[in-house]
């Protein structure tokens, strides 16, 4: 499930890099393509080239997607999902392990088995099927189905297939910032198509600032339209929408890539964009879904049992164009007037 929302205010990043303010750390900064969409890094490590440190990123890359990657059919995964294998290795225990810990707040909104509905309405890389046979897949979704035993994936169907794709990006994420951190970084921002870890502040000694993107169907600007920035000095913060991955069916009808895995068809509801920051980016990421699959209603109840959470909805207004906020308390500190 694809994450959007996040993109840089970039000219207070341009102004953090370039300033040469004395008794600043000095940035390294590396750009590139990561996981298939866009990676940022600023990082003020010590004693590694931009060169070297970009070779790494690129090793953690390709370890990632030769674990997690739904779209390559010789990843871990794929072949986990195909039954040619049933070891796991630490980043796909993890997941799982992650998974259950959200899931168990979600009354079964968020799970990682919904895989083959996430495919028959055309998401994933896969063709959709016109009118798909939603209660005969939802006999193998459920995340009660599959479990880990001594290192390896028992299924308690053949047909469960799992999809890391509402965590994998911030999961990474994570990994991404050990990285830095493993080469001295005590103040980085570490950004992969738009999901973020953070720590310290920036060169001009300020917080990183991020911006969440205006909800609106189609929107593909690379943050040109921001709704709110979020100031941060740690943690990880993603956004999940479904105003981008959708199409209309022959009826008209929006049919986005957030699945509800208790009925099987797409979570739609007035709410548009959700933004959680939390200790790290894979709890973001996954909270992140877990509230858009829950719909405007239940997930602000959600939040309201959880005082600590740190969540900005973006909900559709009365009329056409407008929207309504919602931001949780414990979120208020970080949202920039």
Known sequence: MEKTGMRWAFAAFVAAVLCGCAGRPDFTVVDGVMLGTTLHVVADVKGVSSQELYAAVM???REAKASMSIYDPMSLLSRLNRNETDTVDR???FNLHLADSIGALSDGRYDVTVKPLVEAWGFAGK???EHPNIDSI????GRE???VAGGRLVKDDPRVQLDFNSVAKGYTVDLLAA???KYGAENYIVDIGGEVRCRGVNRQGQAWRIGVETPFDGNMSNGEYLQKRIQMTGGGMATSGNYRRFYLDKEGNKVAHTIDPRTGRSALSRLLSVTVVAPTCAEADAMGTMFLAMGADDALAAVGRMPGVKA???LAGAGEDEYEEYVSPAMEVLVMK
């Open 91 to 93: 980043h796909i225990a």
């Open 145 to 147: 189905k599959v479990r």
């Open 138 to 141: 939802l006999e193998f979704v």
């Open 312 to 314: 900005y909805f973006i």
């Open 127 to 129: 063709e959709r099927t």
């Open 59 to 61: 090793e953690l890359d």
């Open 179 to 181: 990285l830095v951190e």
